[in-house]
């Protein structure tokens, strides 16, 4: 089976977005324009911790879809900590966050996808760039090709055993600790691309 991987620098609930009520919904809307550009409905995407937190699973979705936007703006307005961007004549204004500025705004408008999902796994209590306690979920040996450093952009399609996905759905998730975590400073994670 084959999976997109890539590195998940920075964890703070907004790229990406869960929200954790009755039909918990998960939006990767912002960084990551590379993923958000190919990733298709029914791929699975996994997101690593970096080496200096172990490379755990943060998370595991299956695109569910993707919304442009557009849709998104008028499906969820300003109700999701990912919703930064409202839609103006050929163009979008960057709403006031605490999580991107001007300086990522090039970077995530370059996708016009929100990629989507009700069906994920969520295992990384938040975490900031540099942190080094352990987040996340153990890969055992059998899923070790996942474990690599800074992968970036399109993230990468990793060949996994077939029962890696099975695996995931049998462990305990942290959707009950998630938090969104609102920083002092602009989002930098310097690894949005």
């Given at each position: 089976m084959r999976i997109r991987a890539y590195t998940l620098t920075v964890n703070v609930n907004h790229a990406p977005h869960v929200s954790n009520d009755s039909s918990p919904l998960f939006t990767l809307a912002n960084?990551?324009?590379?993923i958000r550009n190919v990733a298709k409905k029914g791929e699975w995407i996994a997101a690593i911790t970096p080496k200096n937190m172990g490379y755990r699973l943060a998370y595991l979705m299956q695109v569910g879809d993707s919304w442009t936007r557009e849709e998104y703006w008028q499906k969820f307005n300003r109700s999701r900590a990912d919703s930064i961007y409202k839609p103006t004549n050929g163009g979008y204004k960057l709403?006031?966050?605490?999580?991107?500025?001007?300086?990522?705004?090039?970077?995530d408008t370059t996708c016009n996808r929100v990629l989507w999902s009700h069906r994920f796994y969520y295992f990384a209590e938040p975490y900031e760039l540099g942190e080094k306690t352990a987040r996340g979920l153990t890969l055992p040996k059998k899923y070790g090709s996942l474990c690599r450093s800074m992968r970036t952009r399109y993230g990468y399609l990793i060949d996994v055993p077939n029962d890696f996905v099975e695996?995931?759905?049998?462990q305990p998730g942290k959707l009950d600790k998630l938090a969104t975590l609102y920083p002092r400073d602009n989002h930098s994670c310097g690894q949005c691309q």
């Open positions: 960084c990551k324009p590379g709403l006031k966050n605490p999580f991107h500025d001007a300086d990522n705004s090039v970077t695996w995931v759905m049998k």
